[in-house]
């Protein structure tokens, strides 16, 4: 009975969503209109006179374009306990996160109207479309099991701060439990280790029939789970288990590990696309990992074309305007106050009607296989470090991931060319991720204890690789540089061999 009435609530959801599907521009400008009205009374609002802003290009025309760097002032601000900055109504919380260029991790504001317009719309309409892809679906005939990082809040000025899971789990109507495992009270345990034990306890005799997480951390538990209750895969333990949404981080390398695990044909994969900032796209058909981006959350989209991004044309476009098959930067206005804010993602669309994306990367390079967002001001400072330590020099790198195989964690690989080396090439590596660590709290939170990062690997480049390896592609000059993170092992699996032939 509670299946069916869940299922036919969710399900009115659709006429809605159909509604951005057949009017995608007049829904946007309905959101653009609504967050302007509201916010028109911050400070913000009548630095750029939004009472008079009457249409998009009049918004583009006095808001500028930001940056998480360039807002940061007005965050600290907001986080100190001022009102009425960026937006309207008051911000409690902030959704805590790593990479920024300037510092370890970066506060992103989340109204009460984002966590009731945006977080938990979204979370409803993951399953509302989903149920209505599966006529037959049993998901609420069981629990699903839940995952987020390892979590904890902490109040400032009478504001609090932690991560957005923490948050939302802060903030859920407790009715919200029923349907979940592990209980709140274990999903905010901050320890990882005690944490993983906790949920493999609660989970392991529930009747689980979804899983919601993101892949790296999922992977680490699932074969846990499956160590501790010495079964061959997770339809064992939980035969009524049928579809994971997952979000974070590319499922592309996970793919094949979670098939050894979930040996079904009928289990479903479902992406989502959420970040601090927002809920943005979430897939909408059982055989496709295209998503549909969500039009309705008190979210304006804009994008810039990446041809164009960072140089002296770069300018944004509006959603009627966007193409097929190029890559964009996305840019949001939010109900919590963000303004053409530059979120880092790039995203390409695959429809038009209606609008479907894939993401497609970040703007800066980076390295984002397990959650970790690793990116090249990280890695330069790192460097820095390890070589001032170490009394040696770089001269070139490159640094690509190790992906997950059976049980054995994944990693970061990287190969250095040095100008002078370091003595012990085990203690600069050593001193290399102690530093990622200082710099990057997701990169920390995944090294901790090895639970799905193990330590980093170094390899010496011989003399003039990089240069030789260039010239071959007939890449040598100013314009062409060595990539220096990558989420695939293309270049740094090419230079390996090229090393040991050398």
Not at 42 to 54: N, P, R, W
Not at 368 to 374: A, R, S
Request: one cysteine or more; hydrophobic letters at 35%.
């Amino acid at each position: 009975m509670l299946n069916t009435i869940t299922s036919w609530f969710l399900k009115r959801r659709i006429s809605q969503i159909q509604e951005f599907v057949l009017e995608p521009e007049k829904v946007q400008e309905r959101v653009l209109s609504s967050l302007i009205s509201a916010a028109q009374d911050t400070e913000l609002g009548k630095q750029y006179h939004f009472s008079e802003i009457k249409n998009y290009e009049q918004f583009a025309q006095r808001v500028p374009l930001t940056t998480y760097e360039a807002f940061e002032p007005y965050i600290e601000r907001a986080r100190r306990g001022e009102r009425n900055i960026f937006w309207h109504s008051p911000i409690k919380w902030f959704a805590k996160s790593s990479g920024t260029t300037n510092a370890k991790s970066k506060f992103i504001p989340v109204s009460e109207e984002a966590l009731r317009d945006c977080h938990y719309k979204s979370g409803k309409d993951m399953l509302c479309m989903y149920l209505n892809n599966n006529e037959d679906s049993g998901l609420f005939r069981g629990k699903s099991l839940r995952l987020g990082g390892s979590k904890q809040l902490y109040e400032q000025n009478g504001t609090y701060f932690g991560d957005l899971s923490a948050i939302l789990i802060e903030n859920l109507p407790f009715w919200a439990e029923w349907s979940c495992t592990p209980s709140n009270k274990t999903s905010q345990m901050s320890e990882w280790e005690s944490k993983m034990k906790a949920i493999i306890n609660e989970a392991k005799d529930e009747n689980v029939t979804s899983l919601v997480g993101v892949p790296s951390w999922m992977l680490v538990l699932l074969n846990r789970l499956l160590e501790t209750t010495q079964k061959r895969h997770l339809l064992e333990l939980w035969p009524n288990l049928e579809v994971y949404f997952h979000g974070g981080v590319s499922f592309i390398p996970y793919k094949e590990q979670y098939h050894s695990l979930i040996p079904s044909e009928t289990f479903r994969y479902y992406e989502t696309y959420n970040a601090s900032e927002g809920f943005f796209a979430i897939q909408d058909r059982n055989e496709s990992d295209e998503m549909l981006l969500m039009l309705d959350y008190g979210i304006f989209y804009e994008f810039i074309p990446m041809d164009v991004f960072g140089t002296s044309e770069e300018k944004a476009i509006p959603l009627s305007e966007v193409e097929l098959g190029k890559n964009y930067a996305m840019v949001i206005s939010t109900n919590a106050g963000l303004w053409r804010y530059i979120i880092g993602d790039t995203v390409r669309f695959t429809s038009l009607s209606p609008y479907r994306i894939k993401i497609t990367g970040r703007t800066k390079h980076f390295i984002n296989v397990f959650g970790e967002e690793l990116i090249v001001e990280n890695a330069e400072q790192a460097l820095k470090k390890a070589c001032t330590a170490t009394q040696s020099s770089i001269s070139d790198y490159t640094v690509a991931p190790i992906f997950m195989q059976d049980k054995e964690k994944g990693g970061h690989e990287w190969l250095i060319e040095f100008g002078k080396p370091p003595k012990d090439i085990d203690k600069f590596a050593e001193l290399l991720d102690s530093e990622l660590q200082k710099l990057n709290s997701d990169y920390e939170a995944k090294r901790y204890n090895n639970m799905t990062l193990n330590m980093l690997k170094v390899h010496i480049a011989r003399p003039e690789l990089f240069h030789k390896w260039l010239k071959e592609k007939g890449k040598l000059g100013g314009q062409n540089k060595v990539p220096r993170l990558s989420n695939s092992r293309e270049y740094l699996d090419e230079l390996l061999i090229m090393n040991s032939e050398f």
